[in-house]
């Protein structure tokens, strides 16, 4: 089942920098793929033209919708997580977390169950209250995850997500997002720049280069070297 066409993807910015030349790949349902390579090469490029924040020069990414074969998956169904967590100062862990329903038009006792529901999945329930400040790095990364699982994507962008925080809050993490990855039929790109954190996740690797700004290869992680 593919979920995600990567077709002929170029991208320059600015008339003049070139960041992707014709990019191909194909991402199946409950993939784990994570992206590797040198600064510059164009990761969080294609993250964004997947996500439709930005536009392809030449190419096209298309997202199929398993569910009406026809039609188009909604950018509303893809989750996104930053390397760093951008939560709003001003609004509590909770309404933080609920902000993909607000913005959807989901009434407050609708949103605030299904925020408490994520908010469990990533152990913290009992700060709905708290303010982003109130926690620690990992703690509001964990927000920031929940944030981005809250409306169910089906596909979840992370760009170098735990690349800031501490080695034990950092797996603690990588447990964490197993184990919802596993729960879930979502499928997850993610960028790192560490070699252990993508074999330990993924079930594929992509290797990018920087010139031209593309997948060199990509190989599939064997279920004996992952969870390691
Ligand atoms: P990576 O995420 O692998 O570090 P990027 O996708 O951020 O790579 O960048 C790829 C190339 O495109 C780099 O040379 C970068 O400087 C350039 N670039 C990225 N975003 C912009 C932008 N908004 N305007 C101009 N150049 C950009
Ligand atoms: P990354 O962590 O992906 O390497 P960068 O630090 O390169 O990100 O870039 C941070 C932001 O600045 C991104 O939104 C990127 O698109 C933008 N950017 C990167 N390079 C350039 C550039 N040469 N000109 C304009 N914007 C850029």
Redesign the pocket.
Known sequence: NVLLQIKNVSKI??GD?VALTDMNLDVKEGEFISFVGP??CG???IF?IIAGLSEPTTGSVELTNQTSKQEELDRTEIGFVF?HATLLPWKSVLDNITLPLELKGVSKKKRYIQGREVLEMVGLKGYEKALPRQLSGGMQMRVSIARALVAKPKLLLM??PFGALDEITRQNLHYELLKIWEKTNMTVLFITHNVFESVFLSTKIAVMSARPGRISHTFDVPEYERNE
Do not use: C, L
């Open positions: 910015y600015n920098i600064s510059g990761k969080s490029t964004k390397q760009d170098e």
